[in-house]
């Protein structure tokens, strides 16, 4: 059975937003599926109400670890490329590790894009499987100001990207070191029974009696 991983940012972003209007582009849903022996990352990508989308806009998915080249989808419109460091960084400051592909979609339609407008889905193919590792997405769209000018807007959110959080193998435990032979341990000197002492109490005075009496047989032969 094929493991599907989704993440719905849509009620998360709903709840940092809340009433308040934030222009530019957002992922509002990430999909994680195998793909033969690998994974491909699907991220559904909306134009917000107040902002506008003219040719050159960009976003960046950034830190896309396992990225395999010539596996990315758009819709027709959009050109890609991948970047190690930068893309769009623009006034945001976006988490780049150098060691990880950045992936950048560009819009290339002459229409400008106005408005609330889902564009559709955007994906790519990396070795590493879902990971639940947060990264940055940029955007640059375009906004008009209460005087009618229409300017430049860079902003940033959270998405997700396969990065591989596994910790290093330690390897096996180094085995225990033999200290060698121990020396056997010192018995302590045996301390004779009572029985013992009894009988060598009672043997003293016959053995110095015996002592006596030879010492007197002596002095009489002599």
């Given at each position: 059975?094929?493991?599907?991983?989704?993440?719905?940012?849509?009620?998360?972003?709903?709840?940092?937003?809340?009433?308040?209007?934030?222009?530019?582009?957002?992922?509002?849903?990430?999909?994680?599926?195998?793909?033969?022996?690998?994974?491909?990352?699907?991220?559904?990508?909306?134009?917000?109400?107040?902002?506008?989308?003219?040719?050159?806009?960009?976003?960046?998915?950034?830190?896309?670890?396992?990225?395999?080249?010539?596996?990315?989808?758009?819709?027709?419109?959009?050109?890609?490329?991948?970047?190690?460091?930068?893309?769009?960084?623009?006034?945001?400051?976006?988490?780049?590790?150098?060691?990880?592909?950045?992936?950048?979609?560009?819009?290339?339609?002459?229409?400008?894009?106005?408005?609330?407008?889902?564009?559709?889905?955007?994906?790519?193919?990396?070795?590493?499987?879902?990971?639940?590792?947060?990264?940055?997405?940029?955007?640059?769209t375009h906004v008009e100001d209460p005087n009618g000018e229409v300017r430049e807007e860079d902003n940033i959110t959270p998405t997700f990207a396969p990065q591989d959080n596994e910790k290093p193998n330690p390897g096996p435990p180094e085995p225990p070191v033999d200290p060698g032979p121990k020396d056997p341990p010192v018995q302590p000197p045996?301390?004779?029974?009572?029985?013992?002492?009894?009988?060598?109490?009672?043997?003293?005075?016959?053995?110095?009696?015996?002592?006596?009496?030879?010492?007197?047989?002596?002095?009489?032969?002599?």
């Open positions: 059975m094929a493991r599907i991983w989704k993440f719905g940012l849509a009620a998360g972003i709903a709840c940092v937003l809340g009433t308040s209007a934030q222009a530019g582009l957002l992922p509002l849903s990430a999909t994680v599926v195998p793909d033969g022996d690998n994974y491909r990352y699907t991220y559904g990508v909306m134009l917000t109400s107040n902002s506008t989308l003219v040719n050159g806009d960009t976003f960046v998915i950034y830190d896309f670890n396992g990225f395999k080249h010539g596996t990315n989808e758009q819709p027709a419109g959009f050109e890609f490329q991948t970047m190690n460091t930068g893309g769009n960084q623009g006034r945001t400051l976006p988490t780049d590790n150098p060691t990880m592909p950045n992936l950048v979609w560009r819009y290339t339609g002459d229409t400008p894009l106005i408005g609330q407008i889902g564009l559709g889905n955007f994906s790519a193919i990396s070795t590493l499987p879902q990971s639940a590792a947060k990264t940055d997405f940029v955007s640059r045996s301390v004779p029974e009572p029985s013992t002492l009894i009988l060598l109490a009672a043997g003293l005075p016959l053995v110095g009696g015996a002592r006596f009496l030879r010492g007197r047989r002596k002095a009489v032969v002599a």
